[in-house]
T-cell receptor
Framework: DAGVIQSPRHEVTEMGQEVTLRCKPI?????LFWYRQTMMRGLELLIY????????DSGMPEDRFSAKMPNASFSTLKIQPSEPRDSAVYFC???????????FGPGTRLLVL | GQQLNQSPQSMFIQEGEDVSMNCTSS?????WLWYKQDPGEGPVLLIA?????ELTSNGRLTAQFGITRKDSFLNISASIPSDVGIYFC?????????????FGPGTSLSVIP
């Protein structure tokens, strides 16, 4: 199994630009999570999906952030417009079911100049 | 909201030494998880605990679910250089629906050969 796949691995962009992060969960996993990791705030859950439906987006910082899961094998996290304070590592994770272990992807390191 | 505290924040130890770290919460959890994050990678689950008082081992790692359900401990015996990384505890309160996992701020471990 390839594990959770994220792309790109690194992204450098300028303030105001749109950023799209992509995630392919492990096949058969019903839950997908987006996390943000920074030195100041640690690992924060942004949003999670169950069977492609957003369940809890209370962690999404503001309206500039949006996430979609059009099918069971693909999800995106979009930031528009990006700001320097969005610089962080963004992780996608998936889980096979209710209360089950989450498997993390390698992360996307985002730097907004 | 729910928050986890981990101590120590960082540790520098000699190869071969044993390591102890803990995690405390003001809230009760039904599940405790310990993850390790290698530099440049996503967190990987080490041990999962599901019952108060439970003691579980995974090789040189041993973790315990505190009796009060508000804390957990992780011990690493005979540390080796590849133990270097950040160790996160995480708690989850499973009720009738999926409850999000809350991550601690992490303990950074450095092993001196």
């Amino acid at each position: 199994d390839a594990g959770v796949i994220q792309s790109p691995r690194h992204e450098v962009t300028e303030m105001g630009q749109e950023v799209t992060l992509r995630c392919k969960p492990i096949s058969g996993h019903d839950y997908l999570f987006w996390y943000r990791q920074t030195m100041m705030r640690g690992l924060e859950l942004l949003i999670y999906f169950n069977n492609n439906v957003p369940i809890d987006d209370s962690g999404m910082p503001e309206d500039r952030f949006s996430a979609k899961m059009p099918n069971a094998s693909f999800s995106t996290l979009k930031i528009q417009p990006s700001e320097p304070r969005d610089s962080a590592v963004y992780f996608c994770a998936s889980s096979p079911g209710h209360g089950a272990t989450q498997y993390f992807g390698p992360g996307t390191r985002l730097l907004v100049l | 909201g729910q928050q986890l505290n981990q101590s120590p924040q960082s540790m520098f130890i000699q190869e071969g030494e044993d390591v102890s770290m803990n995690c405390t919460s003001s809230s009760i959890f039904n599940t405790w998880l310990w993850y390790k994050q290698d530099p440049g990678e996503g967190p990987v689950l080490l041990i999962a605990l599901y019952k108060a008082g439970e003691l579980t081992s995974n090789g040189r790692l041993t973790a315990q679910f505190g009796i009060t359900r508000k804390d957990s401990f992780l011990n690493i015996s005979a540390s080796i250089p590849s133990d270097v990384g950040i160790y996160f505890c995480a708690g989850q309160l499973m009720k009738t629906s999926y409850d999000k996992v809350i991550f601690g701020p992490g303990t950074s471990l450095s092993v001196i050969p």
